[in-house]
């Protein structure tokens, strides 16, 4: 959070300034490290999958109460220490007007990508009451979690960028590179779109009552750092520099992104995520500034390893505890989201593991 910026006033809401999660994303070292997973809401869950038959993914995000329900059950579940908004990163394009819809088993599928001139200006505008039932779901939230803080969320403009120039998921992101590379006029005005959409949707979840924010630059590491900052950090910047009179937590997470750690990090925000492929300890020391207060991560177990033994998983996640003692504050986390197929159980037994060790 900038130390010089002005707070917007917040809704009405009970303080919760010594919340585990917020004191850690904070640079504060909380009575127990604070505990959450990307995509705990929804996916692994049997009362998820109950609640979402015969609703398609799209409808259940416009959905108030149905988006309220599913963020609550992983923290009666689990006992995290935050709740994240159940939505998408396309919810605010489908909100839009876009014709985008995430297909089973493959993801956003754009019905016409945007590739040139014509297909950007096609792209239409996001207004904030076209995401009045998120905002309202968000506040029907605010009322349940009681002392448990809610996380926001945006893609990044290049995640979304990817999406919409693909047509879809991409292994090689190759559509995108080349338009980077050969019409970068046209990139940044695609890019400066999509980060003034997703400006507009945090502002929507923020003026509702959210408590931090995460920008998802799920495919960045995609890219090399030089990319990156040429054609990348400006837009995310853009977006994170967007919500910082706030006053929230303002996190940055992308897969595959040990190389980019520290650019990310000059795009303005106060928690960096970190996956599983660099030590939280080696990415602390990337990410701090000599002479200055450690940084301040989230992260970073293996989503795979939810599957191996429990002495297996017990060991990394000591190992990731330990690690993230040379952080200024540590959110534990996976490096990735929760996978479908993970048995439920062992996401609560983390959780206390995590508290236990903390205490």
Not at 83 to 101: E, M, N, Q, T
Not at 167 to 180: D, F, I, V, W
Not at 254 to 280: K, N, Q, Y
Request: proline share 8%.
């Amino acid at each position: 959070m900038s130390p010089t910026a002005q707070t917007r006033p917040r809704p009405a809401r009970r303080a919760l300034s010594e919340a585990p999660f917020l004191a850690a994303a904070r640079g504060e070292r909380p009575a127990r490290p604070p505990v959450w997973f990307m995509r705990q809401a929804g996916r692994s869950l049997p009362e998820y999958r109950a609640l979402r038959q015969g609703v398609e993914m799209l409808d259940a995000c416009f959905d108030p109460e149905m988006l309220t329900e599913i963020t609550l059950q992983p923290v009666r579940r689990h006992g995290v220490d935050a709740a994240i908004l159940f939505s998408d990163i396309v919810v605010p394009l489908k909100a839009a007007g876009l014709d985008i819809d995430i297909v089973p088993g493959t993801g956003p599928v754009v019905a016409e990508p945007i590739r040139d001139a014509a297909g950007l200006r096609a792209l239409p505008v996001l207004e904030p009451d076209q995401v009045s039932k998120v905002a309202d779901g968000v506040r029907l939230l605010v009322d349940s979690l009681g002392e448990t803080p809610l996380i926001g969320f945006a893609g990044a403009p290049f995640t979304l960028a990817s999406y919409l120039i693909e047509g879809g998921p991409s292994r090689n992101h190759e559509h995108t590179k080349a338009l980077m590379h050969s019409e970068p006029e046209l990139w940044h005005e695609l890019a400066g779109r999509l980060a003034d959409l997703a400006l507009t949707f945090l502002k929507a979840q923020l003026d509702a009552g959210v408590d931090a924010v995460q920008l998802f630059d799920s495919w960045a590491g995609a890219l090399s750092e030089r990319d990156y900052r040429e054609f990348v950090l400006p837009h995310s910047a853009k977006v994170l520099a967007g919500v910082a009179d706030y006053g929230v937590p303002r996190i940055h997470f992308g897969v595959g992104t040990g190389e980019l750690l520290v650019a990310m990090r000059d795009a303005g925000a106060d928690v960096v995520g970190v996956d599983w492929r660099i030590p939280l300890d080696e990415a602390v020391r990337r990410l701090s500034t000599p002479g200055a207060k450690p940084a301040v991560v989230q992260g970073n177990l293996d989503p795979a390893l939810l599957y191996a033994g429990w002495p297996v998983l017990e060991a990394e996640v000591r190992r990731i505890l330990a690690e993230g003692r040379a952080a200024a504050g540590h959110i534990f986390n996976l490096g990735h989201g929760v996978l479908p197929g993970v048995d439920p159980d062992v996401l609560t037994r983390v959780v206390r593991l995590v508290h236990e060790l903390g205490s």
